[in-house]
């Protein structure tokens, strides 16, 4: 895909090009690469907003974390809705999705919190039976990150510990956890993050908690409305989209004595849209990333979305991977190609995509769910 040149950063053309006005965006001349089988994709979780999702597939489950509709329009502290005396705040939930049968269950929350505004979700194996899970709750006191102990075959999470800290921005957004200690990645950003999408102004950055230690550590400055995060699976890589540029930043992890998850930026990737969340498959090594190929068409999705109205706004899928072409004579490590668009209004508000290679599905989250779907949509085939 083509590279942000220098005049492609000024907010008009910048803008135009994101959106797919200028130059203008042909969807059907798009070299797809999926395997899904389009006609295959079903919705599921009507009424609700599940941003964010985790694949474990050594239990066989994902894991959605899930608000209402309404409390995501109506408290949303990140955009500076905080709703009426905490009326619509609390409505959070977890749920685990059996990636063969498709059933699908929400998990009962054992001990703290009491109050759940759930956003980001990530996991990691402990041992063969036991996964850390962390959420991004954004309780109405501040954000915090609240870690859950899930068995395999549990229908429950047993809480562990909640963690917040003055140096998260007031509402964190993504999680990265990378050891079985709690120690994670997050990103974070101001309110009325959407001035990052119209302007070329950067105020988000990269906290990293080094749970041994209890520690926190500001590794990454200045990203503008840093959105979703990935580790690479050895992790020496973590991958944390710029939605207002257009973006997936690829950082190497430098770890030193005095700053535990130190990042070194290794390049830009720019996929061409608004980069929402990011997924590293652990098998490949390849990211996914999800996104806004329009920001009008969201604007209206979202509007059809809370009145119950049909729009379409298309979403983009795209893959990060190792570059092995000619461009990485010219400095470009990683490349990017667009894999899919979700044309289909089901698609309209997807904000996170994953696969499962064992079940040889691919499951998308939103923000939204569209007034023909569900918050969470299952397509048969591979991303």
Not at 99 to 109: G, P
Not at 331 to 343: D, I, L, N, P, Y
Request: glycine share 8%; proline share 4%.
């Amino acid at each position: 895909m083509r590279r942000a040149s220098a005049a492609s950063a000024l907010p008009a053309s910048h803008f135009m090009r994101l959106n797919g006005f200028y130059p203008p965006r042909n969807l059907s001349s798009l070299q797809l690469n999926s395997a899904i089988d389009a006609s295959s994709c079903r919705a599921i979780l009507p009424r609700l907003s599940c941003e964010s999702l985790a694949i474990n597939s050594a239990f066989g489950v994902a894991y959605l974390a899930c608000e209402t509709v309404e409390s995501r329009f109506e408290y949303n502290p990140a955009m500076g809705r905080m709703g009426k005396a905490g009326q619509y705040s609390g409505l959070g939930a977890v749920y685990s999705f059996d990636m063969k049968s498709e059933k699908l269950r929400r998990l009962e929350i054992r001990g703290n919190p009491r109050n759940m505004s759930v956003v980001g979700i990530d996991f990691i194996l402990k041992d063969s039976r036991t996964a850390l899970v962390s959420v991004i709750n954004h309780h109405p006191t501040g954000a915090r990150v609240d870690l859950f102990i899930h068995s395999k075959d549990s229908k429950s999470l047993r809480f562990v510990d909640s963690i917040s800290s003055s140096q998260f921005f007031p509402w964190i957004n993504s999680i990265a956890l990378t050891d079985t200690h709690g120690s994670f990645y997050v990103t974070s950003g101001p309110i009325n993050i959407p001035m990052e999408i119209l302007l070329p102004v950067a105020y988000g950055s990269i906290v990293f908690y080094h749970a041994p230690t209890k520690s926190f550590h500001v590794v990454a400055k200045k990203v503008n409305f840093a959105n979703g995060i990935s580790k690479s699976a050895d992790g020496r890589f973590v991958y944390a989209s710029s939605m207002g540029s257009g973006v997936v930043n690829v950082f190497k992890v430098v770890n030193s004595d005095a700053v535990p998850g130190a990042l070194s930026l290794v390049e830009k990737v720019d996929v061409g849209f608004y980069p929402d969340n990011v997924w590293a498959d652990p098998a490949s090594g390849a990211v996914y990333v999800a996104g806004v190929g329009n920001q009008v068409l969201a604007g209206l999705a979202t509007f059809g979305a809370k009145e119950g109205t049909l729009a379409v706004s298309p979403a983009f899928f795209a893959k990060v991977s190792n570059n092995t072409g000619e461009a990485i004579y010219y400095g470009h490590k990683f490349k990017s190609e667009v894999m899919f668009v979700g044309t289909d209004a089901m698609f309209s508000m997807a904000s996170h995509v994953a696969v499962d290679v064992a079940a040889r599905k691919t499951l998308f989250g939103s923000v939204f769910p569209s007034s023909r779907g569900g918050a969470v949509i299952v397509c048969d085939g591979l991303l």
